[in-house]
């Protein structure tokens, strides 16, 4: 079996860390993903609950901030529980993976590059600036190691 998530959104409500009754720590958060169909004017947007445990929750509620676009990998986990005579279900994300992803917008980035070259007469357009920063995310792919049919267990 397995159980495996991919988000990538906007961090929404963050709140406090809390403890459980062991002292480890426990960091909630909220996490917007939206999907727009090829054919609908709208977009779905979806609220995820994302959980952290330990030294991570720690270290993650420092650099997080409301609105920054985030990679989360995690697992799904469903919840039931009683509150006040009533029976109550919650689905989370138990993070074990979480990205800050930095993003310029091509407008910031035009502004930077134009405040940067104010004695210059060269302005590039915004499209080309966007295409830039995304060349800038991607990471290189891993090395590929030759194998031999030797290396093959069967």
Known sequence: MYNQVVLLGNVGKIRDIQYDAKGMPILTFQLCTKYKYAKADHANTSWHEIVLFGKFAETIISMLQTGQVVFVEGRINYNIFELEGVRRKTTQIRAEIVRIIKIKTSKVKAQEEIAGSENEDKEEPPEQ??????????????????????????
């Open 129 to 154: 600036i966007m295409q830039e920063e995304e060349t800038e995310e991607i990471a290189a792919p891993p090395p590929i190691i030759p194998y031999t049919d030797k290396d093959i267990p069967f």
